[in-house]
């Protein structure tokens, strides 16, 4: 069916001037698009003429797919509904000025109701603690936003009423099902899924990195027929480009058109703040400036430009391996008592050297513990490194409870230790990047879709026997099987590096008046960094740290100074 794609709310501080869509009692607005139009008016026309809207009467809404927010006001009620799809790929903030509530899309779109603005650090600690997202605080003190797959209901002169609208889980079926049977149905899933694409498009672009997720995407777009097609690929003129030749001859080929945008050194350096100013949040992944680039140079003709992103999290990632040798060993350290491990773990974290302190991560936790948790503790720090909470001394006293660090999106089967990896990352690092590609694609009004997201996908992600997630050839068996149809096995399981930004030189080059601006006086006044540690800190060894503070730095600059 077609897809509702709603007008945008202005993006400026502009008032809106007009709802987007219009009931009796209600006023729709929407950032992105929803699927199905025909059943999207269907639900929403209803509820637009209620008089008083009952937050439980918008659960049908939170079945369609697409990537949205999406807010209802009441004009006679004064209520208002702030809603978020499945895994709340786009933002809606929300605040008390002057005993008022406010929304918006943009952060920056409330601050003009503020008299002055100052840094949360509950939403710091979260920032870190969920990879880089806040759950529900951001980094500015009294603005708050709605977490995925949540409606938050504003009544006037009352505390705002949470619902949780959706939830996904990973499910992982007790099926006989072959493995042959399994990559039909994703083979089936994506050509559903670019069929549906193709009724209301007929002019699409890939990012294309040429790894198996990108390559089945243009092979499956290439097999649709569209009217254009177009692989675009970022390139670092002066750095090594390791994995360009082997993107140009996929698309090559697969008989595909191959645009391949230069990421110069100098517009690093005079558009990195213009990332974060996008992201209205820090801008932790160097590649965030090689999607910018790449989405100002999509021609004008271009309907919508797809991304791979997700397909890593929900069809078996790297991580899902580590996680597999890391319950093999608690088999051995499983037979010692609790008492005895934590007794251990605290004799061992004095040595400081490697063995000691890969021990005494198999100590800390059960595999469940470590399916939950993942990389975010201390266990993982090499003997001299300096952790995030070297650098800022609030996260120092931060809690990261293994337990409850994502128990409001544990599976609701709880048995499989990948689901729980799996749920855990769907919901923090994999929703990340989806927001750093629609947050970018709004700036230059380009739709961007994430196939393997989408509810075909999903569906049949979601129940995904866990002995299909990896094998003895690494994560993504189904996936590489499936790329397999397309271009010689061969290139499938080539060893891959990543496509990955020259970040150490930038950050020795294009980046070093950025470096320079976290060690003045105004970064220093603010508080928020070890000035000690700061210093200390080089792009050789320490890149990400420094991309960190360069952004987190950026952000108070552009949000609050």
């Known amino acids: 069916m077609d897809t509702l794609i709603l007008p945008k709310r202005p993006r400026s501080t502009a008032p809106v001037s007009a709802p987007t869509l219009r009931g009796k009692y209600h006023d729709a607005f929407v950032d992105g698009f929803l699927d199905a139009s025909d059943d999207v008016h269907k639900a929403l026309m209803p509820l637009l003429d209620q008089a008083d809207l009952d937050p439980a ?308 936790y059960d595999e469940v513990s470590f399916a939950r948790k993942g990389s975010s503790d201390d266990f993982s720090k090499k003997p001299g490194d300096i952790t995030l909470r070297d650098l800022i001394p609030a996260l120092r006293t931060a809690r990261f409870d293994a337990d409850t660090l994502y128990a409001g999106y544990e599976p609701q089967n709880a048995t499989s230790l990948f689901a729980m990896a799996q749920n855990r990352t769907f919901y923090t690092s994999n929703r990340n990047q989806l927001f750093v590609y629609t947050a970018l694609a709004a700036q230059s009004n380009i739709e961007v879709g994430f196939p393997f997201i989408s509810r075909e996908l999903l569906d049949v992600a979601a129940t995904l026997p866990d002995r299909l997630k990896m094998d003895g050839k690494g994560a993504k068996p189904i996936l590489k099987k499936l790329a397999c149809r397309y271009i010689p096995s061969d290139w499938v399981y080539a060893s891959k590096y990543g496509f990955r930004s020259p970040s150490v030189d930038w950050l020795d080059g294009a980046l070093a008046p950025h470096h320079q601006m976290v060690l003045d006086d105004r970064t220093r006044a603010r508080g928020i960094f070890d000035m000690a540690v700061l210093r200390r800190l080089t792009p050789q060894a320490h890149k990400s740290l420094l991309i960190t503070a360069i952004s987190l730095e950026t952000f108070f600059r552009t949000f609050i100074d």
Not at 93 to 111: I, M
Not at 212 to 224: E, G, I, P, Y
Not at 304 to 313: F, K, M, N, R, Y
Not at 330 to 351: D, E, M, N, S, Y
């Open 57 to 364: 009467a918008l659960y049908p809404l939170s079945q369609f797919g697409g990537q949205y927010a999406l807010v209802l006001e009441g004009r006679r009620s004064g209520h208002v509904h702030l809603i978020t799809d499945l895994i709340g790929s786009r933002p809606i903030y929300y605040a008390k000025c002057a005993d008022v509530w406010r929304w918006s899309f943009r952060l920056k779109d409330l601050l003009q109701h503020f008299d002055t603005v100052t840094p949360d650090v509950s939403g710091l600690n979260e920032m870190f603690c969920y990879r880089w997202l806040m759950e529900e605080h951001t980094l500015l003190a009294g603005v708050s936003q709605v977490v995925p797959g949540q409606c938050v209901t504003l009544v006037p002169g009352a505390e705002p009423l949470k619902t949780r609208q959706a939830r996904f889980a990973f499910n992982p079926a007790q099926t006989n099902a072959s493995e042959d049977d399994l990559i039909a149905q994703t083979d089936a899933a994506l050509d559903g899924y670019f069929s549906k694409l193709r009724q209301r498009k007929s002019r699409i672009a890939v990012f294309f990195s040429g790894g198996v997720d990108s390559t089945l995407l243009l092979a499956k777009a290439k097999a649709q027929n569209f009217d254009t097609l177009l692989a675009m690929t970022g390139r670092y003129p002066g750095h090594k480009n390791p994995e360009l030749e082997r993107a140009q001859k996929i698309a090559a080929h697969l008989g595909v058109q191959h645009k391949i945008i230069d990421v110069p050194d100098s517009y690093v350096a005079e558009h990195f703040g213009e990332v974060v100013t996008a992201l209205e949040r820090p801008s932790t992944y160097f590649n965030s400036i090689t999607r910018k680039r790449i989405f100002e140079h999509i021609p004008a003709d271009i309907d919508v430009i797809l991304s791979g992103e997700g397909a890593d999290c929900v069809f078996g990632s790297d991580e899902l391996v580590g996680l597999s040798k890391f319950a093999a060993k608690q088999k051995v350290i499983g037979l010692l008592a609790w008492p005895l491990r934590r007794a251990l773990v605290r004799a061992l974290r004095p040595l400081q050297n490697g063995v000691a302190l890969r021990l005494s991560k198999l100590l800390a």
